[in-house]
């Protein structure tokens, strides 16, 4: 029963500690850009709802911390509300206490592009620091097993296959190929294959099939019928020097963003089920296999000291794949978005003028309701991944 209890208590602080992180990212990369181009700025806040502590700075900013960790904002001098959205008329007043609304399209646009660019930078950072420390292992994607009535059995693939690419796309371990394959149900793809010593093109469309995800419950997604693994070279461990890391780190932000967007894409094709995405629950469940696992894996001779560090690193990996997350989210043209107010900029840049404040109010309506469903609806699928309706389900069958 306590070990039950110091589970979800560490799975909660996990939660908290990484999604206040990236927020704090996200909001110091606003304020950080706005503070450098001489925005005026009244309030920095880390989460919502009632204030747990407050601070006001000598330079007249108030620093407080919200009841609900499930976000933040920095609300400038002169703002209606903390979303910085809609328009006011400028007045040589506004001008002269250096009100956000007052300022320039460009320095308005870039104080609205720093928070996404800072959980970028930010996640960069990190894996660069993992790349440099630990290196990489991986293991290559040798085919040991081909499933009956699968893709890949329908196919001309082989045990004993090397998997190089995958249209194009150079697949160094398994986890590259998941990853591919994962949002891929009914396309083609043509996987460049090494077979002893020659490489081959070899076609093949993954079947949309229901399969377990590591959280329990059954999805939609892309399978190619395969089991993966190899002969012991095939387990590689890369060292890299601090180019080399900061490189990869690169190539590992962007292959998250491309998954995110071929997730989208899978998505309305109906490639993959819905009940992959997550809410802030499914975070806090992930933040809770994480910080439980990084524990559960240490040597019982660890000291407290050894586990509190695997902890953090743990955690902060984590933040970085989250980072990238909620820095490519806010970049979609969603009005309530950092996206939206770019492309509202944009508009502004090119007619010389901004956009009526009505079509602003109704598309901050219109953006924020939507971002509300979703927020919704994902907190419906992680409930349905913990299993509350499973009664109601069994009631229905």
Not at 158 to 176: F, H, K, Y
Not at 282 to 302: E, F, R, Y
Not at 320 to 327: E, M, R, Y
Request: hydrophobic share 50%; charged share 15%.
């Amino acid at each position: 029963m306590l070990d039950t209890v110091f589970s979800i208590l560490i799975g909660l602080g996990s939660f908290v500690a990484v999604l206040s992180l990236v927020v704090f990212v996200h909001e110091y990369g606003h304020y950080r850009v706005a503070k450098s181009l001489k925005v005026a700025i009244e309030k920095f806040s880390i989460g919502f709802g009632p204030q747990l502590f407050a601070r006001t700075a000598k330079d007249g900013v108030l620093w407080r911390i919200g009841a609900l960790p499930l976000g933040g904002y920095v609300k400038f001098a002169g703002d209606l509300d903390e979303s910085s959205f809609g328009s006011q008329e400028i007045t040589e007043e506004a001008k002269a206490k250096n009100y956000y609304y007052a300022k320039p399209v460009w320095v308005r646009a870039l104080v609205s592009a720093a928070g996404p660019f800072a959980n970028f930078v930010f996640a960069i950072l990190v894996f660069s620091m993992f790349f440099m420390g630990f290196g990489e292992t991986f293991q290559k994607p040798y085919i040991t097993e081909i499933k009956a009535n699968s893709a890949a059995s329908q196919s001309q693939l082989q045990v004993g296959d090397l998997i190089l690419a995958v249209n194009g796309e150079e697949m160094r371990s398994e986890r590259d190929l998941r990853r591919t394959i994962l949002t891929a149900g009914g396309q083609e793809l043509m996987l460049k294959v090494k077979r002893r010593d020659a490489e081959i093109n070899i076609p093949v469309v993954p079947k949309i099939m229901q399969i377990e995800t590591p959280f329990g419950d059954m999805e939609s997604q892309g399978l190619l019928g395969v089991g993966l693994g190899g002969p012991g070279t095939a387990l590689v461990h890369v060292k890299y020097n601090p180019v080399q890391a900061i490189g990869r780190s690169f190539e590992k932000s962007s292959e998250i963003i491309s998954t995110q967007v071929k997730f989208i894409g899978a998505l309305f094709r109906g490639a993959m089920s819905a009940g992959h995405l997550s809410g802030p629950l499914g975070i806090a469940q992930a933040a809770g296999k994480v910080a439980n696992g990084s524990l559960n894996n240490m040597p019982d001779t660890a000291t407290a000291f050894d586990k509190l560090g695997n902890l953090a690193l743990a955690l902060i990996e984590l933040a970085a794949f989250l980072s990238i997350a909620v820095g490519f989210m806010n970049l979609l043209p969603m009005p309530i978005l950092d996206g939206g107010h770019l492309v509202f900029y944009a508009i502004e840049a090119i007619r010389g003028k901004p956009v009526s404040e009505n079509i602003q109010l109704i598309s901050y309506k219109v953006g924020f309701a939507c971002l509300m469903m979703l927020f919704v609806f994902a907190t419906f699928q992680d409930l349905d991944r913990f299993g509350l309706f499973n009664g109601v389900k069994a009631i229905a069958n």
